[in-house]
């Protein structure tokens, strides 16, 4: 499977827990990004990689997310002392480094569907 | 401030016709990309195609294709030859130079027999 794959599915917590969210980008894909969906709405920008380094933060991500990719492969996304608001799925993307000033696209995991009590 | 609009909320075809989704969108950028992505319940986002500012052609992908009017800022989807298998939602987005993607709200497309 050559696909960005997330890790977990699902995930039910309750108002307070920390939850950590697992994202493998397709291989040799430099760009990882992490975005979040609630229903009814489109995904929306929270963090972008390039290798190991975070080089974008949306406002979205308050102090209680923290997002790692620390050897430039797989991703992590932390959230601290969960709230319900935080209920959302979860989606993280991939794609290559931009060459020769073409755009690339970005091609996106199954997604993480958090739920908070 | 970057914008994209999706006024359909939901759309109905029959199987085997044609149907275009719109989505307008809002850049100050000169350089900048527009994609279609399909999102089944499985909550997936699928790539369908994607149009640069730049590209004189309308982009196609099979049965996909891209009406795209830079003078009216409209990156319109057409599906040709509905299948029951289209049923989904459709998501209309813009990658500018910061390389994150704005998407708007979304159309329900429905396929009947």
Redesign the interface.
């Known amino acids: 499977d050559t696909g960005v794959s997330q890790n977990p599915r699902h995930k039910i917590t309750k108002r307070g827990q920390n939850v950590t969210f697992r994202c493998d980008p397709i291989s040799e894909h430099n760009?990882l990004?992490w975005?979040r969906q609630t229903l009814?709405?489109?995904?929306?920008?929270l963090t972008?990689f390039q290798n190991e380094a975070q080089?974008?933060k949306?406002r979205l991500l308050s102090d209680r997310f923290s997002a790692e990719r620390p050897k430039g492969s797989f991703s992590t996304l932390e959230i601290q002392r969960t709230e319900q608001g935080d209920s959302a799925?979860y989606?993280c993307?991939s794609s290559p480094f931009?060459s020769s000033g073409?755009?690339d696209?970005?091609?996106?995991?199954?997604?993480t569907?958090l739920t908070v009590l | 401030a970057q914008k994209?609009t999706q006024t359909q909320p939901g759309m109905f075809v029959q199987e085997k016709e044609a149907v275009t989704l719109d989505c307008t969108y809002d850049t100050s950028d000169q350089s900048y990309?527009l994609?279609w992505?399909k999102q089944p319940s499985?909550?997936?986002?699928?790539?369908l195609i994607?149009q640069?500012s730049y590209d004189e052609q309308n982009a196609t992908e099979g049965r996909y294709s891209l009406n795209f009017q830079k003078a009216r800022k409209s990156a319109n989807l057409v599906i040709s030859a509905s299948q029951l298998g289209d049923s989904a939602m459709y998501?209309c987005?813009m990658?500018e130079a910061?390389?994150?993607?704005?998407?708007?709200?979304?159309t329900r497309l429905q396929v009947f027999p």
Do not use: N
């Open positions: 760009r990004y975005y009814g709405q489109g995904p929306e920008f972008y080089l974008e949306s799925m989606l993307a931009r073409r755009t696209t970005q091609y996106f995991g199954p997604g569907r | 994209i990309g994609f992505y499985s909550g997936e986002m699928i790539f994607y640069g998501f987005a990658r910061t390389d994150k993607l704005i998407f708007g709200t979304g």
